[in-house]
């Protein structure tokens, strides 16, 4: 039986009945996968750099301000029904704009994956494997996220939904084993470097939250549409709390400006965790959890780059773009010098396309009440 034809072309008769559907919990993790995953590698540094001991504060606002595009998202996402991302976009946009759209969002999450596994890698060779070759471990986590990705959505959420409380727990753990250094007067000032710093600092990294579009695009997916707006912003407040507990525990433990300097944050402070003379090297531990963390982000990223490319090439399956896709990240995830370079790199793409993916949200709502 044929296709049928015309714009409103339901994602189902693509690849929804191969991918399955969501419950409302894991596409819950999902997004707290791909906004939290940064607290693991330079988010802590970075902001505490652009705005100090202010930073948390920072993130706060951020979030507020990342809430508004995340009911763009939601709303454009009930007015377009169970259409697919790509179909939706072009019924919003027209058919040219609307197919670069999201092509753009494709290579930000393409861009996204690549530097995060390479800050990773980066930080797990300088911390705990200073002989390993980094192309390798590299290799590790995008072969483990791509497979992930090859086996389907389904899969994906559920390794989220499984992997979800151990990394949380050991982010609890790194606070609690480190409070023999938290002091609170490491946070004083509050307003760190002023509240024109902050507010400046609050719209500009706005892009951090640049994932909350996965809620759009994610949506063909969802078993019960209904909860997609308590789904999404359950996620956006569980990230931003996670993002200011990692903030917090760096500046409370390490002093300004010493608190700028290590490019893994949580990693330095993880060393500073004793439970006993017979677990030694503690950090260790918690270098090879963080590890499914940036696999998990890695593979939600993947699934959300393969599902927006073969959307726009109206295909029935996206198995045959893995191989390609993953040769893509890593030949992109090698070419940062350095982990700074690379962080750098990660920097400029949250604070460029990601602002641009939170407030993409709203603009979309507005052409699609203005189109009708």
Not at 248 to 269: C, F, K, Q, W
Request: net charge positive; aromatic share 12%.
């Amino acid at each position: 039986m044929s296709a049928p034809k015309g714009p409103k072309i339901r994602a189902a008769q693509f690849d929804v009945l191969k991918l399955g559907h969501l419950e409302s919990n894991q596409v819950s993790v999902m997004l707290g996968f791909l906004l939290a995953t940064k607290v693991f590698l330079t988010l802590p540094s970075y902001v505490t750099v652009k705005a100090g001991t202010g930073a948390w504060i920072t993130i706060a606002i951020s979030a507020a301000l990342a809430s508004a595009g995340l009911w763009g998202w939601v709303k454009w996402s009930q007015a377009t029904g169970g259409l697919g991302f790509a179909p939706s976009l072009r019924i919003t946009l027209g058919r040219t704009l609307g197919d670069l759209t999201t092509l753009a969002i494709t290579i930000y999450f393409l861009l996204v994956t690549s530097f995060s596994v390479r800050v990773f890698a980066g930080g797990a060779v300088i911390g705990l494997l200073p002989e390993f070759p980094i192309e390798i471990l590299i290799a590790i986590v995008i072969s483990s996220a791509i497979y992930a990705a090859w086996l389907g959505l389904e899969p994906v959420a559920r390794a989220a939904l499984f992997f979800f409380p151990i990394i949380a727990i050991s982010i609890v753990l790194v606070g609690l084993g480190s409070y023999r250094l938290f002091d609170i007067r490491h946070l004083h000032p509050v307003f760190g470097m002023g509240i024109p710093v902050i507010l400046k600092e609050s719209v500009v990294q706005i892009g951090i939250f640049g994932g909350i579009s996965v809620t759009a695009i994610f949506k063909s997916y969802l078993r019960n549409p209904g909860c997609l707006p308590s789904t999404a912003y359950k996620s956006l407040t569980t990230s931003t709390i996670f993002m200011i507990a990692s903030v917090v525990i760096v500046s409370a433990t390490l002093p300004y400006p010493e608190n700028t300097r290590p490019v893994i944050s949580l990693g330095v402070i993880a060393r500073a965790v004793y439970l006993g003379r017979f677990l030694q090297r503690i950090e260790a531990l918690f270098t090879f959890t963080w590890f499914f963390a940036s696999a998990v982000h890695a593979s939600v990223c993947y699934m959300v780059s393969l599902i927006l490319l073969g959307q726009l090439m109206n295909t029935r399956t996206y198995r045959p773009l893995v191989p390609g896709v993953g040769l893509l990240t890593f030949g992109i995830a090698a070419l940062p010098s350095s982990i700074l370079s690379a962080g750098r790199f990660l920097s400029a793409v949250y604070t460029s396309m990601g602002s641009i993916s939170v407030v993409l949200g709203l603009i979309l709502y507005f052409v699609a009440q203005i189109r009708g």
